[in-house]
């Protein structure tokens, strides 16, 4: 089955920096790569997301690559704001349309 | 749109009891997804329906829990007895057109087995 795999498990960055947050994962099937980012006590919620025949995608502050090639996609997040502090997820859907998400990125913007 | 809703936002109970938890999907959403959330095994996916039949319920950790939707509105997961290892956040998430489309999760339901 499907394996995601996401890194750093916690990145701290200064107000205004940008913040990376990296996946891999393995089944070649897969054409669906969402981000979630989760705030506390709350669920999951969809920020960005990209299918396998697009390389690239921006939205205001946030943008996603995609590499099918070498089977791995980043979050990038630019001029980063106390608000982008949350845990953000990558997921990916596997050769059912399920989808996997990663364990998570803990992200604390620095004032 | 109120979003998906989920009841209770707390549980708290001792073993052995049964727990039902509640979600009421987005309107006009086909798919409806269960999932649980812990620290361990982080977000996994339990069961998910489509028009409200059940396709896969792999996910399910043991004959102790289940899970129906008795119509396009409501789903119930229930889990029958309840252990201490049960205790983590239950989220219920909506999408249309399953999984390869955005999931809108609601709050979740944290559960905590004594």
């Known amino acids: 089955g499907e394996n995601v795999e996401q890194h750093p498990s916690t990145l701290s960055v200064q107000e205004g920096d940008s913040a990376v947050i990296k996946c891999t994962y393995s089944?070649?099937?897969?054409?669906?790569f969402p981000w979630y980012k989760q705030e506390l006590g709350k669920g999951p919620q969809l920020i960005i997301d990209i299918r396998s025949n697009v390389g690239e995608k921006k939205d205001q502050r946030i943008a996603v690559t995609l590499n099918k090639t070498a089977k791995h996609f980043s979050l990038h997040i630019t001029e980063t704001q106390p608000e982008d502090s949350a845990v953000y997820f990558c997921a990916a859907t596997d050769s059912w349309g399920k989808l996997q998400f990663g364990a998570g990125t803990q992200v604390v913007v620095t004032p | 749109d109120a979003g998906v809703i989920q009841s209770p936002r707390h549980e708290v109970t001792e073993m052995g009891q049964e727990v039902t938890l509640r979600c009421k999907p987005i309107?006009?959403?086909?798919?409806l997804f269960w999932y649980r959330q812990t620290m361990m095994r982080g977000l996994e996916l339990l069961i998910y329906f489509n028009n409200n039949v059940p396709i896969d319920d792999s996910g399910m950790p043991e004959d102790r829990f289940s899970a129906k939707m008795p119509n396009a509105s409501f789903s119930t997961l229930k889990i029958q007895p309840s252990e201490p290892r049960d205790s983590a956040v239950y989220f219920c998430?909506?999408?249309?057109?399953?999984?390869?489309?955005?999931?809108?999760f609601g709050n979740g339901t944290r559960l905590t087995v004594t």
């Open positions: 998430a909506s999408s249309l057109g399953g999984g390869n489309s955005p999931l809108h």
């Open positions: 309107s006009g959403h086909d798919y």
């Open positions: 089944d070649s099937a897969s054409n669906y």
